[in-house]
């Protein structure tokens, strides 16, 4: 099955080394969120695609982010020089960047660039940032509008969130390569990221809600709640701000429309639902998830008037 | 005496570091090359600016490039994953290159950029670029035209050089704080750096010579050969092209109509001279030469018609 996979930096990281596991790297491609993409420290950082990719590649942080192993130079010496640190990018790290950096400025795409980064960590699989032109989603809070990552990371997330705004996303596209793999997809999967700062850039790009209706694949979220909480914390600040209720329930709602069912850890009434113990803390339960994910797609096709 | 030297990276930021000792940070100025400068790993590289500012912060290396103790966490990253790294920065250069980077793509002057850099480096003398405009020293030999660095240091320089060119000169500008420093100093140095690709594109620039004609203050240089030869190698093979015999004696016509005098380890005639030992292997041997120039300087003022 050739699989197209809506990710975030976390879950949907996650999700997709199972499915990289189940499908190989030839019938995978993450679509990932570039929302959360920053200029810091001169670099082009995209933090999305970079942990999905770090993921696929076994090089992933113990943290959940960076790279296994990685060291602090660079960051030590800005902050020697009295340079702002609150992102700290460990040196390999800062390398993948920079070759997104060197290849941006050369007038490449963000999908080239970043392709350039899949290819050093020895990645197979397709990770393409959703869009080539900047998103940038700005998060308004306690009467401030902050960068995400800066919100985030600088700020530690001071709620509640009043205002989740993407900027650029209305002069923003999806690439041809993402709308390719959704079309061309046996299943698309809404993997379990943030629904409103992960997926949410994803699904608000123009043409892409009409590109999922139209893709002849079912259209299958994993739930990002588990055991009726979110994994990572503000996850829930977002969601509350949404309106979302921290439950699978919740998700037609966040995703109306666009949503063939749900894979969960916990009923669901109104959308063909398989339940599913959807925590991934191992490479064996990643797999397993993907492998659920994949077989409740495969029963949704196999049930569609049209597939006999 | 406040002191305006214009320079490359190796001789010119050790008479600037001898100069340092003598006169203080708060009457130094330097005015470095930026033809050398070059785009690599996504960052903006400025060889000469660099190199005089660690030279003046005591943190250059032993080889007389890059800092002292620095560290290869990202060049390895790169080379790792398959990227071209014939220039190799270590991490704390590099971090001095995301400063200057990040400020750029703010927007902010060359000068700004690198005054950042200087700052970072605990500098308090100014080192000036020579203009905000990209200036590119491209070299042609054996049938091809290189960028400098990847001629000096990809390609080894291959001679002979059968040309030299200042891309972008002809819509630079000196800045205005090099003008200014020229304008209000006691002395204008020209340091002992390659005549042709080191001082070459300072003094190509236009309104250069003009402002050099203009100063109050004498201009001397300080001849980069010691004992009738080059201490770096590429200056002969640029030498050679350029006619330029690597003698003191050949300095009046590398630098024509512009010198009031020459400081040399040989004999001079036609100029003004002092005879020093201008060899500058050390602090205390930088510190003498820096005297000797100044002196020079105030006797050559002192002799003027007008300075009664």
Chains 1, 2 share one sequence.
């Not at 879950?11 to 790297?25: N, S």
């Not at 982010?65 to 702002?84: H, K």
Request: net charge negative; with cysteine; charged share 20%.
């Amino acid at each position: 099955m050739r699989v197209a996979l809506l990710s975030g930096g976390s879950g949907g990281a996650k999700l997709a080394r199972g499915l990289l596991e189940v499908v190989g790297p030839d019938r995978l491609t993450v679509v990932a969120n570039t929302g959360d993409d920053a200029e810091l420290h001169g670099v082009h950082v995209s933090p999305d695609p970079d942990l999905v990719t770090y993921r696929l590649a076994d090089t992933i942080d113990e943290r959940g982010y960076g790279i296994r192993g990685d060291t602090w130079e660079v960051m030590d010496a800005l902050e020697a020089a009295g340079r702002p640190v609150w992102f700290r990018l460990g040196d390999r790290d800062l390398a993948m960047c920079l070759i997104r950096t060197e290849l941006l400025a050369a007038g490449e795409r963000l999908t080239d660039a970043h392709a350039a980064v899949v290819r050093a960590a020895g990645v197979s699989a397709r990770v393409l940032p959703m869009s080539d032109a900047p998103v940038r989603t700005h998060v308004t809070a306690r009467g401030r509008t902050l960068p995400f990552q800066e919100f985030m990371v600088a700020e530690r997330a001071p709620g509640p969130v009043d205002r989740v705004e993407y900027t650029g996303i209305d002069q923003a596209r999806p690439t041809p390569e993402a709308l390719l793999a959704i079309a061309a997809a046996d299943v698309v999967v809404i993997g379990p990221s943030n629904p409103v700062v992960s997926i949410g850039p994803i699904l608000a790009l123009p043409g892409m809600r009409e590109a999922l209706a139209r893709a002849r694949a079912p259209v299958v979220a994993v739930s990002p709640f588990v055991g009726g909480r979110v994994l990572k914390g503000p996850t829930a600040l977002f969601c509350e701000h949404a309106g979302i209720p921290l439950e699978a329930a919740g998700l037609p709602d966040a995703y109306p429309g666009l949503l063939d069912g749900v894979v969960a850890d916990e009923p669901l009434s109104g959308l063909p639902a398989r339940m599913a113990d959807t925590l991934m803390s191992s490479l064996e339960r990643q797999r397993r998830v993907a492998t659920v994910t994949l077989d409740f797609a495969a029963s949704l096709t196999a049930a569609r008037p049209d597939s006999a």
